[in-house]
T-cell receptor
Framework: GDSVTQMEGPVTLSEEAFLTINCTYTATGYPSLFWYVQYPGEGLQLLLKATKADDKGSNKGFEATYRKETTSFHLEKGSVQVSDSAVYFCALSTSGGSYIPTFGRGTSLIVHP | SAVISQKPSRDICQRGTSLTIQCQVDSQVTMMFWYRQQPGQSLTLIATANQGSEATYESGFVIDKFPISRPNLTFSTLTVSNMSPEDSSIYLC?????????????FGDGTRLSIL
């Protein structure tokens, strides 16, 4: 079946540091890939997505590129802020009528001033 | 996009009691979903709530423990029955606005439930 593997957290960084959160996947067919973010006390929000190979999703300074050859969708940000402290979930879903994504375990990011 | 209101936002309950969580969406949607998120864990799908039919439960979840109602296209409830401390979790409602896997889900803010 489909699966998503994320790097374990917590990831602890100082403000303005470079962020990478690794995500790899296995899926039948050609999935769409997503990053969701969960701020403390809130539900999940879509951060960015990519629907086909070599697409780059971006939002709020975060980027991720759909790499079919390495089955990866790593999340990056050049300069993190304290307000980026949250849990980040990588997810995939397959086209053709399936509504239900497969989520990774989530990676907690803590950014210190 | 969709605005999803989930109530209550948190509760502390006694073991053996039941709690009903409400999920209201600002637009009509075909499918709504209920997830459980245990502390420090990822999301686990409990069931898919379809309007006009019984909910579809995932392995490990049963209707007697988690009855779901879906009376119309904008509203659903999840009841956590006969609660025990193991039911302490965040319960999340979500919807999908379009009928293919390329679209993201939209989530409510969750209900943080603690069982004493």
């Amino acid at each position: 079946g489909d699966s998503v593997t994320q790097m374990e957290g917590p990831v602890t960084l100082s403000e303005e540091a470079f962020l990478t959160i690794n995500c790899t996947y296995t899926a039948t067919g050609y999935p769409s890939l997503f990053w969701y973010v969960q701020y403390p006390g809130e539900g999940l929000q879509l951060l960015l997505k990519a629907t086909k190979a070599d697409d780059k999703g971006s939002n709020k300074g975060f980027e991720a590129t759909y790499r079919k050859e390495t089955t990866s969708f790593h999340l990056e940000k050049g300069s993190v802020q304290v307000s980026d402290s949250a849990v980040y979930f990588c997810a995939l879903s397959t086209s053709g009528g399936s509504y239900i994504p497969t989520f990774g375990r989530g990676t907690s990011l803590i950014v210190h001033p | 996009s969709a605005v999803i209101s989930q109530k209550p936002s948190r509760d502390i309950c006694q073991r053996g009691t039941s709690l009903t969580i409400q999920c209201q969406v600002d637009s009509q949607v075909t499918m709504m979903f209920w997830y459980r998120q245990q502390p420090g864990q990822s999301l686990t799908l409990i069931a898919t709530a379809n309007q006009g039919s019984e909910a579809t439960y995932e392995s490990g979840f049963v209707i007697d423990k988690f009855p779901i109602s879906r009376p119309n296209l904008t509203f659903s409830t999840l009841t956590v029955s006969n609660m025990s401390p193991e039911d302490s979790s965040i319960y999340l409602c979500s919807v999908a606005l379009q009928g293919d896997g390329n679209q993201p889900q939209h989530f409510g803010d969750g209900t943080r439930l603690s069982i004493l």
